[in-house]
């Protein structure tokens, strides 16, 4: 476990929910990944991410799903791609093979809207 934290620490975090709009293949990544272009709705726009996540999920099944990311990290490049927000997902030893997205809930049928803020 790591070391317990602050609340303000916390909440500098900026998680957000948005929703796939197109995935790429990304063969120039070290590791296996994949292109995503996420819209997080008005406030943000559209924003990219390179997601190790080939080993659970195709393309086809990315496009339309919602995610939750942080957004309020520095860009990071990764080969010839910037890299503008991280997905969030799971693993179960903690490493990032075999990852597990994390997705929000949509609570009586009624959608969050995109960008809407983890709290």
């Given at each position: ?107 009586l049928n009624q959608e969050l809207p995109l960008g809407a803020r983890i709290?």
């Amino acid at each position: 476990m790591e070391p317990q934290i602050e609340y303000n620490d916390f909440s500098r975090v900026d998680m957000r929910i948005g929703k796939v709009l197109r995935v790429e293949e990304f063969p120039r990544a070290r590791k296996p990944a994949y292109r995503l272009y996420i819209d997080f709705g008005e406030e943000i726009g559209e924003r990219k991410s390179s997601a190790q996540i080939t080993e659970n999920y195709n393309p086809e099944d990315l496009v339309g799903r919602y995610v939750v990311a942080v957004v309020n990290f520095p860009a990071r490049q990764i080969a010839d791609f910037m890299s503008e927000v991280l997905v969030l997902g799971a693993s179960k030893d903690g490493t990032t093979g075999n990852i597990i997205l994390l997705t929000p809930d949509q609570l009586l049928n009624q959608e969050l809207p995109l960008g809407a803020r983890i709290c």
